[in-house]
């Protein structure tokens, strides 16, 4: 059975950091592109980032670029984003995603990141 | 890259037929066969519906259709049942950020 948990989240004030992980199961974890979406209290989803399989290749949505870092460690079998200079939009539960053929197949159950003084 | 847009609520009887759009542009929806669609229940993660403009995974519901014109993509649910009651996402490969989603749709079963 494919499941994804993210762990991580929590509250962090305005500009700093903070780091989530996604445990990866019941898959060739190595093999698939891995994503980060999230959605804010209330909100819609919004794409965040995205890393290929051997992680040599990654790309983030325009708000985050230069501040969040989408890494891997598929000996490890967890996907990672780093998340730093965070702002109160950042506020969200975030979401680890598996990718196959340009679709998001299997979503984690989130995890809740809070920015706020 | 602006969001896909959808309409923000849909409304239907039970056993009735509702279709929620899709509208984004000739970059992402209309330039390409990759739009899927999510459906959400509150406090849940989003599940796939959709893939392929017109895929269903297996284990989704055949009362779950999609279909795509031009730049829009639409989702239709057909024989509405209460338990369908959920927000509704479509998201297309674009040519510049890899994805874009829609800006979600509550479909209320009245």
């Known amino acids: 059975e494919v499941q994804l948990v993210e762990s991580g989240g929590g509250l962090v004030q305005p500009g700093g950091s903070l780091r989530l992980s996604c445990a990866a199961s019941?898959?060739?974890?190595?093999?698939?592109?891995m994503h980060w979406v999230r959605q804010g209290p209330g909100k819609g989803l919004v794409w965040v980032s995205r890393?290929?399989?051997?992680?040599?290749?990654?790309r983030y949505v325009d708000s985050v670029k230069g501040r969040f870092t989408i890494s891997r460690d598929n000996a490890k079998n967890t996907l990672y984003l780093q998340m730093n200079s965070l702002r109160a939009e950042d506020t969200a539960v975030y979401y680890c995603?598996?990718?196959?053929?340009?679709?998001?197949?299997?979503w984690g159950q989130g995890t809740l990141v809070t920015v706020s003084s | 890259q602006s969001a896909l847009t959808q309409p923000a609520s849909v409304s239907g009887s039970p056993g009735q037929s509702i279709t929620i759009s899709c509208t984004g542009t000739?970059?992402?929806?209309?330039?390409?066969?990759?739009v899927s669609w999510y459906q959400q229940h509150p406090g849940k993660a989003p599940k796939l519906m959709i893939y392929?403009?017109?895929n269903r995974p297996s284990g989704v519901s055949s009362r779950f259709s999609g279909s795509k014109s031009g730049n829009t993509a639409s989702l239709t649910i057909s024989g509405l049942q209460a338990e369908d009651e959920a927000d509704y996402y479509c998201?297309?490969?674009?040519?510049?950020?890899?994805?874009?989603f829609g800006t979600g749709t509550k479909v209320t079963v009245l």
């Open positions: 000739s970059s992402d929806v209309g330039g390409y066969n990759y």
């Open positions: 890393i290929n399989s051997d992680g040599s290749s990654t």
């Open positions: 998201t297309s490969y674009t040519s510049s950020s890899p994805f874009v």
């Open positions: 392929d403009v017109s």
């Open positions: 019941g898959f060739t974890f190595s093999t698939y592109w």
């Open positions: 995603v598996r990718e196959v053929g340009l679709r998001f197949d299997y």
